[in-house]
T-cell receptor
Framework: EDQVTQSPEALRLQEGESSSLNCSYT??????LFWYRQDPGKGPEFLFT???AGEEKEKERLKATLTKKESFLHITAPKPEDSATYLC???????????FGTGTRLQVFP | DGGITQSPKYLFRKEGQNVTLSCEQN?????MYWYRQDPGQGLRLIYY???????QKGDIAEGYSVSREKKESFPLTVTSAQKNPTAFYLC????????????FGSGTQLSVL
């Protein structure tokens, strides 16, 4: 069965304290791994797509990496406005739908 | 601006009542999806449609129904058979048959009176 597991469930950081979020997956024929940011009461906002092991993508303070078993979302020198829930999703072979993990709730304090 | 519009933002359902959530997109996407989000759980797929007049059940379709009469619209009906409907409902769309990202609407919070 295709599955996505994110850890930790929640993460509290001091402003400027870098850290990483993990997304491990088991899927038959990975077609893509997606990272989204979700603010409370809003829809997920797209961040990155990764397609193959070794691939990396960056956007401001965020960097996403991918291996054959997991993906990391690295947050460098976070700011309070980075506080949100970060969702990971995978697309398996033969389907358009995305399978989501439960998310990591990040809080960054000044 | 292109995007996905969900309405209403908040919805209340009485016992035994059917309610319909609206989802409209102007991105010219063929594929549309409905997800349900509960606290502490990942997004779970209710129904999806890859083309007009066709749709498939997702992982938790029981108690829900959909229609896809127009490319732009994919309404979701929460029927009285859905015994635990309180959740945040998200509509999304994408280019069918591609490996592109899903675009999401802003969601509808459904609560039971």
């Amino acid at each position: 069965e295709d599955q996505v597991t994110q850890s930790p469930e929640a993460l509290r950081l001091q402003e400027g304290e870098s850290s990483s979020l993990n997304c491990s997956y088991t899927v038959s024929g990975l077609r893509g791994l997606f990272w989204y940011r979700q603010d409370p009461g809003k829809g997920p906002e797209f961040l990155f797509t990764l397609y193959s092991a070794g691939e990396e993508k960056e956007k401001e303070r965020l960097k996403a990496t991918l291996t054959k078993k997991e993906s990391f979302l690295h947050i460098t020198a976070p700011k309070p406005e980075d506080s949100a829930t970060y969702l990971c999703a995978v697309r398996a072979g033969g389907t358009d739908k995305l399978i989501f993990g439960t998310g990591t709730r990040l809080q960054v304090f000044p | 601006d292109g995007g996905i519009t969900q309405s209403p933002k908040y919805l209340f359902r009485k016992e035994g009542q059917n309610v319909t959530l609206s989802c409209e997109q102007n991105l010219n996407h063929d594929a549309m999806y409905w997800y349900r989000q509960d606290p502490g759980q990942g997004l779970r797929l209710i129904y999806y449609s890859q083309i007009v007049n066709d749709f498939q059940k997702g992982d938790i379709a029981e108690g829900y129904s959909v229609s896809r009469e127009k490319k732009e619209s994919f309404p979701l009906t929460v029927t009285s058979a859905q015994k635990n409907p309180t959740a945040f409902y998200l509509c999304a769309s994408s280019i069918a048959g591609s490996n592109e990202k899903l675009f999401f609407g802003s969601g509808t919070q459904l609560s039971v009176l």
